[in-house]
C-alpha cells in the first residue's frame, strides 16, 4: 500500500485513482493503475506498508495491549512504481 505525508501539515493519506491532497494542500498524489503511482509537493514524503504484513497484524490483533505491529518503510527517491512530479 502506496501513502504519502505531507511533513509540513503531518497529514498522511492513502492514494486513490482521483488526485488526493494533504489538508495544506501542498502534498498530492494519486494512482496511475493499480501498481503505479505519482505525488508531488516540496513537503512529500512517499510511505508504504508491506500489505502482506498489515493483513497479518489485522487478522492477529490482540484484545489488549499495545496491538500488533507490521512493517512500514519510507519508498526510496528512485522507485519504478511511485515516481516524485516536479
Known sequence: MKLVLCLHCQDLFNLALEEKSCRCG????????QLH?????????PLGFANSSLIKAIQNQP????????????????????????
Request: negative net charge; hydrophobic residues 35%; aromatic residues 12%.
Open 26 to 33: 501542498l502534498t498530492k498524489g494519486k494512482y496511475i493503475n
Open 63 to 86: 484484545k489488549e495491549g499495545l496491538g500488533e505491529t507490521f512493517t512500514a518503510f519510507i519508498i526510496p527517491r528512485e522507485c519504478a512504481t511511485f515516481v516524485k512530479e516536479d
Open 37 to 45: 503511482a505519482i505525488y508531488s509537493g516540496e513537503h512529500a514524503m
